[in-house]
C-alpha cells in the first residue's frame, strides 16, 4: 500500500456516495461500495490513520446509509 493516492480514495468515495440518491438499488449499491473501501483502509490498522479524515469520511458514509435505511441500532 506504499504510495496510496488518497485524493482518487476520495473521488471513489464521492462516488459511492453518489449512488445514495438514485433509489432503493442506488442505495444497496453504494453501501456495498463504502463498505469496500473502508474494508482496504482498515485492513492495516495503523493504515487507517494515514489520512483520518477520509477513515472517518468513509465511516460516516457507511453510518448515513444505515440510518436512512432505519438501521438505528447503538
Known amino acids: 500500500m506504499e ?3 488518497w485524493e482518487l480514495y476520495a473521488d ?3 462516488r459511492a456516495r ?3 440518491w438514485s433509489g432503493p ?3 444497496a ?6 463498505h469496500a473501501l473502508l474494508t482496504h483502509i482498515t485492513r492495516k490498522f495503523s493504515f487507517a490513520f494515514e489520512c483520518p479524515l477520509a477513515t472517518v469520511s468513509t ?3 457507511l453510518a448515513t446509509i444505515m440510518a436512512f435505511k432505519g438501521n438505528m441500532r447503538r
Open 18 to 20: 453518489s449512488h445514495m
Open 12 to 14: 471513489e468515495l464521492y
Open 59 to 61: 465511516y460516516y458514509s
Open 3 to 5: 504510495g496510496f493516492d
Open 29 to 34: 449499491e453504494a453501501e456495498k461500495n463504502i
Open 25 to 27: 438499488k442506488g442505495i
